[in-house]
T-cell receptor, first 113, second 112 residues
């Protein structure tokens, strides 16, 4: 099992460009999450999904959109990138009711110039 | 009320020492408190977790102490090793969404 995978690993964008980050999991998990990690701020939840076809806002959703068309995939979109979105993005998945056991991907480092 | 406050921001100990990382919360609805370990360039991974109906949980060299009345919990690493050098995050969750609220992280360095 690959677990949780993320593509790409690293990307440089110019302000105003758009991109999509892909997260895939092969553990048949219902729940999936997108976080951003910034120095001194821990991990902050952007959006999450409790099942195929569902999405919900997390703590810092502005400037991002998500889609969960297939159970195994969770996409994070930036329509018009801003320098404030420079961060490391982590995807995670979990199978409730194993509460709190989220499995994280390796991260995508995004630099917005 | 949704915050989890973590301290210290960084910690340096010698091999064999017992680093202690502390977290505090306000929301009494939190009912699950995991700790995650993150190595450089990797995603966080679950280390150990506790529910508020117990005051202590031990797994190998890692122990969580939980003080429900003070709304605080801490991670102790016994006989710390250089391989324990990582960033540690406490977290809390409530309800049935499995959402986690993370602390800001503690960077631990264990020197030989």
């Amino acid at each position: 099992n690959a677990g949780v995978t993320q593509t790409p690993k690293f990307r440089v964008l110019k302000t105003g460009q758009s991109m999509t980050l892909l997260c895939a999991q092969d553990m048949n998990h219902e729940y999936m999450y997108w976080y951003r990690q910034d120095p001194g701020m821990g991990l902050r939840l952007i959006h999450y999904s409790v099942g195929e076809g569902t999405t919900a806002k997390g703590e810092v959703p502005d400037g991002y959109n998500v889609s969960r068309l297939k159970k195994q995939n969770f996409l994070l979109g930036l329509e018009s990138a801003a320098p404030s979105q420079t961060s490391v993005y982590f995807c995670a998945s979990s199978y409730s009711p194993l509460k709190g056991t989220q499995y994280f991907g390796p991260g995508t480092r995004l630099l917005v110039l | 009320q949704q915050q989890v406050k973590q301290s210290p921001q960084s910690l340096i100990v010698q091999k064999g020492g017992i680093p202690i990382i502390n977290c505090a919360y306000e929301n009494t609805a939190f009912d699950y408190f995991p700790w995650y370990q993150q190595f450089p360039g990797k995603g966080p991974a679950l280390l150990i977790a506790i529910r508020p109906d117990v005051s202590e949980k031990k797994e190998g060299r890692f122990t969580i102490s939980f003080n429900k009345s003070a709304k605080q919990f801490s991670l102790h690493i016994m006989d710390s090793q250089p391989g324990d050098s990582a960033t540690y995050f406490c977290a809390a969750s409530y309800g049935n969404t499995d959402k986690l609220i993370f602390g800001t992280g503690t960077r631990l360095q264990v020197f030989p």
